[in-house]
């Protein structure tokens, strides 16, 4: 799932919570950023298996563990929900790609619905049909009608339990667009370079 629609599930999850504990900016912040910051491992990748940014360990389970157990010590529920955020994050990327759940296996693991078992075991073939690798990743997620649908549904959603349940924070929603901007300017870039002679 693109950056944009776990921003999304952040807000929505902030959103609902707003409603019982009337969060501060700050801790509403706080738990939307933690719901997409492991995405910013992707700056990291070329230090994860094979490239992938899914492997490394912020991309596990195990950072919302330690989230999660510091805001049950300190008593502060917008930590605790913050790594709750963080988890469903990593559990939402293991239905597309899958993500390195446990870490310690080294092993991706998860639905991975957008890929082949045929493609995820000889990725390397299927990676080497297209100019630049990562067009094989957003042609996928571009042609699947699931993923498109889901990412229309959750803005809609965003919108909705935003205005219901946390209007005061209303101006935050201009992040998602940042981030929709990114994927799109990314996918029409690949999709130039990979249709250019």
């Not at 917008?78 to 709750?84: C, E, T, V």
């Given at each position: 799932m693109h950056i944009n629609s776990h921003f999304a599930v952040g807000i929505i999850f902030?959103?609902?919570?707003?409603y019982f504990f009337n969060f501060?900016?700050?801790?509403y912040f706080l738990i939307v950023l933690l719901s997409f910051i492991c995405d910013f491992d992707v700056l990291f990748?070329?230090?994860a298996k094979n490239?992938?940014?899914?492997?490394l360990i912020s991309h596990s389970i195990i950072p919302s563990f330690f989230i999660i157990v510091i805001g049950v010590i300190t008593n502060w529920p917008?930590?605790?929900?913050?790594?709750?955020a963080y988890s469903t994050h990593i559990v939402i990327d293991t239905f597309d790609w899958g993500t390195n759940f446990f870490y310690f296996q080294k092993k991706q693991v998860g639905l991975k619905l957008l890929i082949s078992k045929e493609e995820f075991n000889n990725l390397p073939k299927y990676l080497a049909k297209y100019k630049k690798p990562e067009s094989f990743f957003d042609e996928k997620y571009y042609s699947s009608k699931i993923c498109l649908g889901i990412e229309v549904i959750l803005f809609v959603l965003m919108v909705?339990?935003?205005?219901?349940?946390?209007?005061?924070y209303i101006f935050l929603i201009f992040i998602y667009f940042i981030f929709l901007c990114f994927h799109l300017y990314r996918h029409f870039r690949?999709?130039?370079?990979?249709?250019?002679?």
């Open positions: 902030s959103s609902i919570l707003n501060s900016l700050f801790e990748s070329q230090f490239h992938n940014h899914r492997m917008a930590l605790f929900f913050s790594g709750i909705i339990f935003m205005i219901i349940f946390a209007f005061q690949l999709t130039r370079t990979e249709s250019s002679d």
